[in-house]
């Protein structure tokens, strides 16, 4: 049972702008074979196929939900199905802290990311926005998770960790 639940989708324009790659890609496509004349092969609805499925898998992606329970905190990517999802045990988190950073800079935008925080190297999970939660490791590793409420979700990764939480 989570203590705390957040849900996250990306902007609307980064839909908008997969749906328009989706449908030109099909248009073009329908295009491309009705001028070639070509028709009737047995494999010609594989591309497709393949194209809706990508398609289907991209805007799966595009959310990303943060749960923190009594004992972990989880991170996952795609909406129907999980294509993505990082557990982290409360027990193995040093430091909590709210921060801000800057996403196209530090980490090379949205999603799931590497780069570099307060001059070390960090993993990024995020989807909006330039706040999020910093968490410091046991293990040496460092991560920020995106959050629309970074304060909320560190305090109660703080308060079940049995931390004290850095705003």
Do not use: H
């Not at 849900?7 to 001028?35: D, H, I, K, M, N």
């Not at 950073?101 to 190297?121: H, K, M, N, V």
């Not at 490791?137 to 960790?161: D, F, M, T, W, Y």
């Amino acid at each position: 049972m989570p203590v705390f639940r957040e849900e996250q989708r990306y902007p609307r324009w980064v839909y908008l702008l997969a749906a328009a790659a989706f449908f030109g890609a099909l248009f073009a496509e329908a295009v491309e074979t009705l001028s070639s004349g070509r028709g009737g092969g047995p494999y010609e609805w594989i591309p497709g196929v393949l194209g809706a499925t990508a398609g289907m898998l991209i805007l799966n992606l595009l959310f990303m939900a943060t749960e923190v329970t009594r004992t972990e905190l989880v991170v996952t990517m795609g909406r129907f199905f999980p294509l993505y999802r990082r557990r982290v045990a409360l027990a193995d988190i040093l430091e909590v802290r709210a921060v801000t950073y800057r996403p196209l800079r530090d980490a090379g935008g949205w999603g799931i990311r590497w780069g570099r925080f307060e001059g070390s190297r960090c993993a990024f999970l995020n989807a909006r926005g330039d706040r999020g939660v910093f968490l410091n490791l046991r293990n040496g590793k460092r991560l920020i998770i995106g959050s629309q409420n970074a304060e909320a979700l560190a305090e109660a990764v703080s308060r079940e960790a049995g931390l004290s939480a850095q705003v």
